[in-house]
């Protein structure tokens, strides 16, 4: 049986933005710092909760209705029971809650929620929570399509899974957590987001607003996903709404055979590090100028190899099913 979110008493959006406003004068801001993405991590599994019906509306700001704890969601609590009792991850999991800017509806129905796994690049939408440890699983398992699942469970989560964007930006807008996400991370969200459409690109760019992540003091913090783009798996801090255009343009420009962020010169200020790493690798990767050669040859060359990353997620995501 499905069960919905217990109800909770949550501020109102005058004390809120009150509190945000006081705390965030009592807080500093910093320049975003290389090696500064605790973990390290290796798989990012976020959820879309279902919102509680004496939640907080607030237009315009993704996740304002977010308790300082999401961990506490039952959704959530699954996933992380479910990373916690297998064997066969893949590294470490980070675990957070998302919406997506674009959307203005509701979010899922009580009892379900819509998933997203990086860097498996997989969506579910209205997923039962009782099936959310079984869609953790095959995201995260070293090899998903030997894990032991009945049929009907298998087609269950096949009809709730959606094709994932080529690249996908998280902007940390926990404001019940920290002020300065709570104040930067909406409006960021927000212009990224119009930038994003005025270009035409939201078949294949998607901004999120996304629950808290690790370092508030670097706001407004964004991190990149994307299996074939350069970023993938990059944090970057000291964006805010004033400089979202040239950070989008220059996120947009980096071409294959570019180490990302740390490497690409207009992405290198904001570039805090990357999934995966150490701190003292992201360090060392910074103070390098990236670590991956630029490649020579022609463009054919480049397309072969975009064919092939397009290529292995189509098998891994065949794999799953």
Same mark, same amino acid.
């Given at each position: 049986?499905?069960?919905?979110?217990?109800?909770?008493?949550?501020?109102?959006?005058? /004390?809120? %933005? =009150?509190?945000?406003?006081?705390? &965030?004068?009592?807080?500093? !801001?910093?320049?975003?710092? +290389?090696?500064? $993405?605790?973990?390290?991590?290796?798989?990012?599994?976020?959820?879309?909760?279902?919102?509680?019906?004496? /939640?907080? %509306? =607030?237009?315009?700001?993704?996740? &304002?209705?977010?308790?300082? !704890?999401?961990?506490?969601? +039952?959704?959530? $609590?699954?996933?992380?029971?479910?990373?916690?009792?297998?064997?066969?991850?893949?590294?470490?999991?980070?675990?957070?809650?998302?919406?997506?800017?674009?959307?203005?509806?509701?979010?899922?129905?009580?009892?379900?929620?819509?998933?997203?796994?990086?860097?498996?690049?997989?969506?579910?939408?209205?997923?039962?929570?009782?099936?959310?440890?079984?869609?953790?699983?095959?995201?995260?398992?070293?090899?998903?399509?030997?894990?032991?699942?009945?049929?009907?469970?298998?087609?269950?989560?096949?009809?709730?899974?959606?094709?994932?964007?080529?690249?996908?930006?998280?902007?940390?807008?926990?404001?019940?957590?920290?002020?300065?996400?709570?104040?930067?991370?909406?409006?960021?969200?927000?212009?990224?987001?119009?930038?994003?459409?005025?270009?035409?690109?939201?078949?294949?760019?998607?901004?999120?607003?996304?629950?808290?992540?690790?370092?508030?003091?670097?706001?407004?913090?964004?991190?990149?996903?994307?299996?074939?783009?350069?970023?993938?798996?990059?944090?970057?801090?000291?964006?805010?709404?004033?400089?979202?255009?040239?950070?989008?343009?220059?996120?947009?420009?980096?071409?294959?055979?570019?180490?990302?962020?740390?490497?690409?010169?207009?992405?290198?200020?904001?570039?805090?590090?990357?999934?995966?790493?150490?701190?003292?690798?992201?360090?060392?990767?910074?103070?390098?100028?990236?670590?991956?050669?630029?490649?020579?040859?022609?463009?054919?060359?480049?397309?072969?190899?975009?064919?092939?990353?397009?290529?292995?997620?189509?098998?891994?995501?065949?794999?799953?099913?």
């Amino acid at each position: 049986m499905l069960q919905a979110c217990a109800a909770r008493p949550l501020l109102q959006a005058s /004390a809120l %933005r =009150a509190l945000s406003c006081c705390a &965030a004068a009592a807080e500093e !801001l910093a320049a975003a710092k +290389p090696g500064t $993405v605790s973990g390290p991590y290796d798989q990012h599994i976020l959820l879309q909760l279902p919102r509680p019906v004496d /939640a907080v %509306r =607030a237009p315009g700001v993704p996740g &304002a209705w977010w308790p300082q !704890l999401v961990e506490r969601e +039952p959704a959530v $609590v699954e996933a992380f029971r479910e990373v916690a009792r297998r064997g066969d991850v893949i590294g470490k999991v980070k675990i957070t809650a998302f919406e997506e800017v674009a959307r203005r509806d509701e979010g899922p129905p009580p009892g379900a929620c819509n998933l997203l796994a990086f860097p498996a690049g997989l969506q579910f939408d209205g997923l039962p929570v009782e099936q959310v440890g079984l869609a953790v699983a095959l995201a995260t398992a070293d090899e998903p399509n030997k894990l032991p699942m009945r049929a009907s469970d298998r087609r269950a989560l096949t009809a709730c899974m959606a094709a994932t964007h080529d690249l996908s930006l998280f902007v940390c807008c926990h404001a019940a957590r920290d002020a300065r996400c709570g104040q930067l991370g909406p409006p960021l969200a927000a212009s990224l987001h119009r930038l994003v459409r005025a270009r035409g690109l939201e078949e294949h760019v998607a901004v999120y607003a996304t629950s808290h992540i690790g370092g508030h003091k670097y706001a407004g913090n964004v991190v990149c996903y994307g299996a074939v783009h350069p970023c993938d798996g990059d944090w970057f801090g000291g964006v805010n709404a004033g400089n979202a255009e040239s950070f989008l343009d220059a996120l947009l420009a980096v071409e294959l055979g570019v180490d990302g962020g740390a490497e690409h010169a207009a992405l290198r200020p904001f570039w805090r590090g990357r999934m995966g790493l150490s701190k003292e690798e992201q360090r060392e990767l910074w103070e390098q100028g990236g670590g991956i050669e630029e490649l020579e040859g022609s463009g054919d060359e480049e397309e072969e190899i975009d064919e092939e990353l397009e290529q292995l997620l189509a098998e891994r995501r065949r794999g799953l099913l």
